[in-house]
């Protein structure tokens, strides 16, 4: 089992960055794949983004790409989310996740309290 804390939110206008981190505890981080949700008001959680377990994969929605940067540092069982060039529409609980995979992430993973980011126009 692995428990996640999620940190790095906050309000943001647009255009502007902020970076979210998780860290994990346990020893076995480094065999999990991590990724990012998000829920907005209203809206159904959605993935943003995830890694492999040893950062050589990594997926990405089309909403964020190039726009956001998923890594991790398995020596610091952490992971980070770097958002760029954030909009509005990016405004929502950001969640991290914990899998076996990247692709059972969206069916069994462990998740974080969230953390709230607010793009203001």
């Known amino acids: 089992q692995v428990q996640l804390v999620e940190s790095g939110g906050g309000l943001v206008q647009a255009g502007g960055s902020l970076r979210l981190s998780c860290a994990a505890s346990?020893?076995?981080?480094?065999?999990?794949?991590m990724g990012w949700f998000r829920q907005a008001p209203g809206k159904e959680r959605e993935i943003v983004t995830g890694?492999?377990?040893?950062?050589?994969?990594?997926y990405y929605a089309d909403s964020v790409k190039g726009r956001f940067t998923i890594s991790r540092d398995n020596a610091k069982n952490t992971v980070y989310l770097q958002m760029n060039s954030l909009k509005p529409e990016d405004t929502a609980v950001y969640y991290c996740?914990?899998?076996?995979?990247?692709?059972?992430?969206?069916?069994?993973?462990?998740w974080g309290q969230g953390t709230q980011v607010t793009v203001s126009s």
């Open positions: 996740a914990a899998a076996s995979t990247v692709a059972a992430l969206e069916e069994d993973a462990y």
């Open positions: 346990g020893r076995t981080f480094s065999s999990y794949a």
């Open positions: 890694i492999s377990w040893d950062g050589g994969s990594t």
